[in-house]
């Protein structure tokens, strides 16, 4: 099994970050809480079109097929602080360790 990447808390803990790895879009609300609260500019606001599931009232008031969504932008500068997880409404994230590079 490979090793982890692990750090150590102020505290003096071990601790094993999880870094980002998907986004589920479809989920996605584009609140942008991940956004803003990611210090390392991990995410970005795009588009993507509409589907039946985007549909989900009874109104013909939706007049753009295009919805904004997050999107992973740079997963390379993750640093696995998961706050996106922690402050995500719809639990769009994925997380997972990162094996020690040889």
Same mark, same amino acid.
């Given at each position: 099994m490979a @090793?982890?990447? &692990?750090?150590?808390?102020?505290?003096? @803990?071990?601790? &094993?970050?999880e870094f980002v790895t998907d986004l589920n879009?479809?989920?996605?609300i584009g609140c942008g809480r991940c956004y803003k609260v990611c210090p390392r500019e991990v995410f970005d606001l795009v588009e993507r079109e509409m589907d039946d599931s985007d549909y989900?009232?009874?109104?013909?008031d939706i007049d753009d097929d295009v919805v904004m969504v997050m999107a992973i932008k740079d997963p390379l500068d993750c640093i696995g602080c998961s706050a996106c997880s922690r402050v995500c409404p719809k639990d769009c994230h994925t997380h997972?360790?990162?094996a020690v590079a040889a």
């Open positions: @090793e982890m990447i &692990t750090g150590i808390t102020r505290g003096g @803990e071990i601790w &094993t970050p879009q479809s989920t996605c989900d009232d009874d109104y013909d997972s360790p990162q």
